[in-house]
């Protein structure tokens, strides 16, 4: 079964930088792509990015574009999240996972972004 490791949140000061990063074990990424997904408190859980299997097809949630940066190391196969600029309402519990939600959720890692 794969699992899915995320890594390197923490707590950042308003217009502060995090990148996290998600370990995943087999190829997953590579054959269905990868995505980040967030859980605000109180909220449901929401998309924030995606990256296609082949790489050509980015997409990002409005609120971060232009802020965050997605990326993936096929060799590793491991995802990234670069943010930049981060704001109070990014504030998240943030997850990855395949953009088809193939796999069994990992446990998360926190952002908090408060000054």
């Known amino acids: 079964q794969v699992q899915l490791v995320e890594s390197g949140g923490g707590l950042v000061q308003p217009g502060g930088s995090l990148r996290l990063s998600c370990a995943a074990s087999?190829?997953?990424?590579?054959?269905?792509?990868v995505g980040w997904f967030r859980q605000a408190p109180g909220k449901q859980r929401e998309w924030v990015a995606t990256l296609s299997s082949d790489g050509n097809d980015i997409q990002y949630t409005g609120s971060v574009k232009g802020r965050f940066t997605i990326s993936r190391d096929n060799a590793k196969n491991t995802g990234h999240l670069q943010m930049n600029g981060l704001k109070p309402e990014d504030t998240a519990v943030y997850y990855c996972?395949?953009?088809?939600?193939?796999?069994?959720w990992g446990q998360g890692t926190q952002v908090t972004v408060s000054s």
């Open positions: 087999g190829n997953s990424f590579s054959i269905y792509g």
């Open positions: 996972n395949t953009p088809n939600l193939k796999l069994n």
